[in-house]
């Protein structure tokens, strides 16, 4: 069946589908769940990745709103990775069938995601059945490209990472075999199964990465490029008597689908695959360090095999910590980010999230950081700010004033704001490009600082100079205007606080608007007191 493509400039940003039991180790960070915090809950490190998603989509929602001609077509897909022995174990532990399980646990992943106020268009889990016929129909392609074969397998498995362990990686530790790095137990596995043809991918895929420029940010590709060194083929397929809580493999339901192949499809399953048309390539694949290897290795390959295009980009981030130390089960410090929203607000945990998150390294939570940034930049630097120059008593008419012309005093004190503002816009677009969010905060902050700097030198509130006191109010409220324009895929309801309180109408909150001077003014919006109210100890 041939199929149409749409290859427009669509925007399809995709988040990883997280183990519906939610409790991956993950390369000495995370050992185990504490007691008080159970297996299948959420944490910070989830929050964050979602998070990180989203504001990449929100974005490419927000530049595209520039562009009349650009392909309005928009997805944002997250979910829940629920096949596989893990989960099914976990179900075991926690005595339901795997269903309810695993419904439990995914209503768990999207509540979090309406906490967190994400704005995907998709939330996909892998027992969809739009999904199983996705991954049967992929399975098909590949095996009548020629790139199946049936063959015996034996390898060591880690069920924790579900993935096939080289013997190198593997020791003897009493009387058990475990993985070097992690202790994980690992089990040997003898089986006739289905193999993948990953061997005559390996150069194409080193290409991909060593030419284009899709491992982002650049520091990731030597991670990329080893996690290509060690496959022969890969086994794509269990018996179905040791692994039963999966997809069967078309035409032989005496296997099941290997997880990874299942949950990569997922990508596809979003996108409208199998019918005639869907959306691809995605154009931001976002995903922690950990999973390197199955997006820019088993992933392309896949994709090659089966003559799909490969993703535009593969954006890599580092994993999180408290306090600088791994969160484990022994010290009991792992952060449940629904805790985290209840005392800092869903905004606030984004805020912290994003400006704490920088993706090239690993991060750390920590309470009091979290207090005192929010306190300093939401509450002071932005809400004060706001408040202040908005109240009846300093704007007696209500009016967004329309000044042409500074006053020369107010023009003289504010020529380094106007600077930093008129640079904004192209610094801006420069960093969300480069998806360094940490820095686009941290750059919209500075103005913010500067304003406040501005406003308590000017003194509005005993300004007599009418001529004076309109433009004070006039480069305050610009201010506001650009910033929260361009903080709107970090921080959507305060953004959206702060243009009501201005009473900048909805359709003046797109990219081109986040200019100095381009708005025409107007009346004031309702005063609702203020955003996020100053955090306690
Ligand atoms: O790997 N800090 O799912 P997952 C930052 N189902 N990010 C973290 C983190 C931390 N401490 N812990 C986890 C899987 N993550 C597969 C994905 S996609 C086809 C299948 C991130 O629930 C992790 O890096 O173990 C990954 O990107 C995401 O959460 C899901 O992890």
Request: aromatic fraction near 12%; charged fraction near 25%; proline fraction near 4%.
């Amino acid at each position: 069946r041939s199929r149409c493509l749409i290859r427009n400039s669509h925007t399809f940003v995709t988040s990883p589908i997280f183990y519906a039991n939610a409790g991956k180790v993950r390369s000495g960070y995370f050992a185990t769940f504490p007691n008080l915090f159970s297996i299948s809950e959420p944490h910070i490190g989830h929050a964050y990745t979602a998070v990180l998603c989203d504001t990449a989509y929100r974005w490419n929602v927000l530049k595209n709103s520039n562009n009349q001609n650009s392909d309005s077509r928009a997805l944002f897909s997250i979910g829940t990775d629920e096949h596989g022995s893990k989960i099914y174990q976990a179900s075991q532990l926690a005595k339901k069938t795997p269903k309810e399980f695993c419904d439990q646990v995914s209503s768990k992943f999207s509540n979090l995601f309406e906490n967190l106020n994400l704005s995907h268009t998709h939330f996909i889990r892998t027992t969809d059945s739009k999904h199983s016929e996705a991954v049967q129909t992929f399975w098909k392609t590949l095996s009548s490209n020629g790139y199946i074969y049936k063959s015996s397998y034996s390898g060591y498995y880690s069920i924790t990472d579900e993935c096939f362990i080289p013997e190198n990686e593997v020791e003897k530790r009493n009387d058990k075999m475990v993985l070097k790095t992690t202790s994980q137990p690992v089990e040997w596995i003898e089986e006739e199964n289905y193999m993948f043809r990953l061997s005559e991918f390996r150069e194409k895929v080193k290409e991909w990465i060593e030419k284009t420029d899709v491992v982002y940010p650049v520091k990731y590709k030597t991670l990329a490029l080893d996690s290509l060194t060690m496959e022969d083929d890969l086994s794509i397929s269990r018996t179905r008597s040791r692994l039963s809580w999966g997809i069967p493999v078309p035409d032989d339901p005496s296997q099941t689908i290997y997880v990874w192949l299942d949950a990569l499809v997922n990508y596809l399953t979003v996108s409208g695959y199998p019918q005639k048309q869907f959306v691809w390539p995605p154009t931001c694949q976002i995903i922690g360090k950990d999973i390197t290897k199955f997006h820019l290795f088993y992933w392309p390959a896949f994709l090659m095999a089966a003559n799909l295009s490969l993703p535009k980009k593969v954006f890599i981030h580092g994993h999180w910590l408290v306090d600088n130390v791994k969160m484990s089960k022994s010290l009991g410090n792992v952060v449940n980010p629904n805790e985290t929203m209840d005392k800092f607000t869903s905004e606030g945990l984004r805020y912290f999230l994003l400006k704490q998150g920088n993706p090239s390294s690993d991060c750390s939570f920590s309470w009091s950081s979290c207090l005192e940034m929010i306190n300093s930049d939401m509450v002071n630097n932005v809400g004060n700010l706001v408040n202040r120059s908005t109240v009846a008593k300093i704007n007696k008419s209500g009016e967004y004033p329309k000044v042409e012309s500074l006053e020369s005093k107010v023009k003289e004190d504010t020529e380094k704001l106007m600077e930093m503002l008129e640079e904004s816009y192209e610094k801006c677009i420069e960093l969300y490009n480069e998806m360094m969010y940490y820095k686009v905060i941290e750059h919209l902050m500075l103005i913010m600082k500067e304003a406040n700097r501005v406003f308590q030198l000017s003194q509005p509130w005993k300004e007599t100079n009418s001529e004076r006191l309109e433009s004070v109010l006039y480069v305050t409220y610009e201010t506001i205007r650009v910033v929260s324009i361009l903080l709107q895929p970090i921080t959507p309801k305060m953004a959206a606080f702060c243009l009501d309180r201005l009473g900048v109408k909805a359709e003046k909150r797109g990219l081109a608007d986040a200019k100095i001077g381009c708005y025409s003014g107007g009346k004031l919006g309702k005063d609702r007191g203020v955003f996020i109210e100053r955090i306690q100890k």
